[in-house]
Structure formats: structure tokens, C-alpha cells
């Protein structure tokens, strides 16, 4: 495997995306908005969530706006980025999160993701979005 993605471990590069590229992508808050409007069409109540490659943690935080009593599991591999969503999101909702620095890229992640699916695979649901089958 090609580990060209670990210079995103790195503090400075880090800190250069948080600082000056993260307000420069383009349309941003319209992106998030529509992946809430899809959250909301296929699950109105959310309870739980993981932010997989949280970043510094906007996405979840939009997640946590709309839905304030759901518990959030934040998770990347850049303790910079991991330290940012800490400092952006902890205080408003101190109690229901968690963060993970972790590279999911590693062996033991991916084992540990398809046993997680092989499980929801075992126990499909009968309804999505409001339709049954």
C-alpha cells in the first residue's frame, strides 16, 4: 500500500489545511447542508453517528446541530485534525462524544469494519427512508 497519505499525520500540513484551505473549499456549508438534508430523508432520528475522517470535525458538528441528543464517535488519524475537532465541538456537548485517533488504513481497522459489517449484513433492515420491504 502506497502510505503517501501519512504527510496528513503531519502537525504542519495539518495545521495549513485547518487554517487556509478548509474556508477556501467551494461550497462548502452547501455540501454539508444537502448530506443533512439526506441524513434527514433516510434517518429523522439519529441516536448515533461516526465521523469517519472527521477532519476537524464539521461535519459531525452540523450533525450535532441538527440532532443535539445524538452521540457521536469521531475518528481520524491526525492528532492535529483529531485535537482541532475536540477544541471546536467539546464544550458545546461534553457528554456525548467520542474521539479516536486511530489509522483506520491498518490491517487490524479494516478486519474490525467487515466483521461490523458481516453483522448489520446478518440482520438486513425492513425499512429505509420510510419504505418497507
Request: glycine share 6%.
Amino acid at each position: 500500500m502506497n502510505n503517501d497519505y501519512q504527510v496528513w499525520k503531519t502537525t504542519e500540513l495539518s495545521q495549513k489545511y485547518l487554517s487556509g484551505v478548509r474556508s477556501a473549499i467551494p461550497l462548502a456549508t452547501e455540501q454539508i447542508e444537502i448530506i443533512l438534508r439526506i441524513i434527514q430523508m433516510a434517518k429523522p432520528q439519529v441516536n448515533n453517528f461516526l465521523d469517519l475522517g472527521c477532519g476537524d470535525g464539521i461535519l459531525g458538528q452540523a450533525i450535532l446541530n441538527q440532532y443535539p441528543d445524538s452521540q457521536g464517535v469521531f475518528l481520524d488519524f491526525s492528532e492535529t485534525m483529531i485535537e482541532a475537532a475536540k477544541s471546536n465541538i467539546s464544550a458545546a456537548y461534553p457528554a456525548s462524544l467520542e474521539f479516536i485517533n486511530q489509522d483506520y488504513a491498518l490491517p487490524e481497522w479494516v478486519i474490525s469494519v467487515i466483521s461490523y459489517q458481516l453483522s448489520v449484513i446478518s440482520e438486513p433492515p425492513t425499512e429505509v427512508g420510510g419504505l418497507k420491504y
